[in-house]
């Protein structure tokens, strides 16, 4: 009787065994399962907080304390460029900086001019006119990396190619009509139209092509009627942020970017409306102005480097301009300062405004006699400063003079 009783004993308790070694293996199965599950919740969860846009908002507190050159800058540079019959500038619209060659557009005069690194004067591009390599009105240009090869943009659909020295060398069509922005990346152009429709670029905001225009790439296709009227307004902007392309353009909340791959991300989220100031109305022109004289934030003009974004606007009725830090959200009026932009705390020359990007890592600011006449006045008030250029540069120039260049080399 004994033997039975103990064989159902170690049947029941080899039947435990398997119960329990089971319920073991239930176990590590859910244990393995709610690891996935937390570790795909995670992943999913940082996912997003990675793929969400970065928002700036415009409309914060203005940080009250002065912004110092010092905290966006490696060094500085003073060109003063040279005046002659033939290279006076009239008004600067735009500039350009190589390893060797300073391009500079005038404005009123309409024209591209040439000058050394060290501001001697070399040469105009082009000219006005109506035959081969000719134009009626220069609307913007683009140069290669070094500098060598330099594209007009016209107001037809024409890009007139020269070389540094003056010499023209062929006309690409783009078949697309005015665009507001040309660049070039290796050997493709990037084209820009701030605000595109059917009859022009067929409602595509951008295109890459090559040097014989054929269409490698073209996206941002948007239709002006969901974004009401504001095509009346035209201030849009476009700059190089190392490798990126960005854009912005009125009637839109996002700064966008493309990378050499055409991928088009979006790389900011601009937050312009809320209690301390509305979004200008873009239903006329007529509402847009009325909106700017009530005090609507309104931006004219964004750049972009080193850890920071710069942007013309209209807050409160005034033109300023606004610095915002990246690392840490601080938002300055520069404008409002005594210089009217950055502290010059480095040399206690002239303070600065960055009014151009000369490349991906330079920033560079048109100065005249009363900026340095300015400076000087203010040299007691920045003690301990050495080297301080005001004297040396006063000396070279006087009313009459091209612009001297402040050309600041950006801290990464």
Same mark, same amino acid.
């Not at 951008?206 to 054929?214: D, E, L, Q, S």
């Not at 912005?248 to 809320?274: A, C």
């Not at 301080?388 to 050309?407: G, K, R, W």
């Given at each position: 009787m004994l033997m039975p009783f103990v064989y159902k004993i170690n049947s029941m308790n080899s039947t435990f065994n398997?119960?329990?070694?089971?319920?073991?293996?239930?176990?590590? %199965?859910?244990?393995?399962?709610?690891?996935?599950? &937390? &570790?795909?919740?995670?992943?999913?969860?940082?996912?997003?907080?990675?793929?969400?846009? =970065?928002?700036?908002? $415009?409309?914060?507190? /203005?940080?009250? *304390?002065?912004?110092? $050159?010092?905290?966006? *800058?490696?060094?500085? +540079?003073?060109?003063?460029?040279?005046?002659t019959d033939s290279s006076f500038i009239g008004q600067v619209m735009d500039i350009k900086l190589t390893k060797d060659f300073i391009f500079v557009q005038d404005r009123i005069l309409d024209r591209l001019l040439v000058f050394h690194r060290s501001g001697k004067f070399l040469n105009q591009i082009g000219r006005e006119g109506k035959g081969p390599g000719e134009y009626a009105r220069l609307f913007t240009f683009t140069t290669d990396k070094d500098g060598q090869n330099v594209y007009l943009s016209t107001t037809s659909d024409r890009v007139l190619h020269y070389t540094v020295q003056n010499s023209y060398v062929n006309t690409i069509i783009t $078949?697309?009509?005015?665009?507001? #922005?040309?660049?070039?990346?290796?050997?493709?152009?990037?084209? #820009?139209?701030a605000r595109p429709n059917r009859l022009s670029c067929d409602g595509y905001s951008?295109?890459?092509?090559?040097?014989?225009?054929?269409?490698?790439?073209?996206?941002?296709? /948007?239709?002006?009627?969901?974004?009401?009227?504001?095509?009346?307004?035209?201030?849009?902007s476009n700059y190089r942020y190392k490798n990126l392309?960005?854009?912005? +353009?009125?009637?839109?909340?996002?700064?966008?970017? !493309?990378?050499?791959?055409?991928? !088009?991300?979006?790389? #900011?989220?601009?937050?312009?409306?809320?209690? %301390?100031?509305?979004?200008?109305?873009?239903?006329?022109?007529?509402?847009f102005d009325q909106s700017i004289r009530g005090g609507a934030l309104t931006i004219f003009g964004i750049k972009e480097a080193g850890n920071f974004l710069y942007f013309n606007v209209v807050k409160d009725s005034r033109i300023t301009q606004l610095v915002y830090f990246k690392d840490s959200s601080k938002l300055f009026d520069i404008g409002s300062s005594n210089t009217g932009g950055f502290t010059n705390d480095i040399d206690g020359g002239p303070g600065f405004s960055p009014l151009f990007i000369g490349n991906s890592a330079y920033l560079i600011d048109v100065k005249f006699l009363d900026s340095f006449q300015e400076s000087l006045k203010r040299q007691?008030?920045? =003690?301990?400063?050495?080297?301080? =250029?005001?004297?040396?540069? %006063?000396?070279?120039?006087?009313?009459?003079?091209? =612009?001297? !260049?402040?050309?600041?080399?950006?801290?990464?």
């Open positions: 398997q119960m329990f070694s089971l319920h073991n293996r239930f176990r590590d %199965l859910w244990l393995l399962l709610f690891s996935c599950l &937390f &570790f795909a919740i995670s992943c999913t969860n940082k996912v997003k907080e990675e793929a969400r846009i =970065p928002e700036i908002n $415009l409309a914060k507190e /203005i940080d009250g *304390t002065a912004v110092n $050159l010092s905290s966006i *800058t490696d060094s500085i +540079e003073y060109i003063p460029l040279e005046t $078949l697309c009509g005015r665009f507001n #922005y040309i660049s070039m990346i290796d050997s493709l152009f990037f084209l #820009y139209m951008y295109f890459f092509i090559n040097k014989t225009a054929t269409v490698i790439n073209k996206g941002h296709k /948007i239709d002006i009627a969901t974004i009401g009227k504001s095509a009346t307004v035209s201030y849009s392309e960005c854009f912005w +353009e009125v009637g839109f909340d996002t700064i966008y970017s !493309l990378d050499r791959d055409f991928n !088009l991300l979006p790389r #900011y989220t601009l937050l312009l409306g809320n209690k %301390l100031a509305e979004k200008a109305d873009l239903s006329s022109r007529t509402d007691e008030t920045i =003690p301990n400063k050495l080297n301080n =250029p005001t004297s040396n540069i %006063l000396s070279q120039i006087d009313e009459n003079s091209n =612009p001297v !260049l402040m050309v600041i080399k950006i801290r990464e």
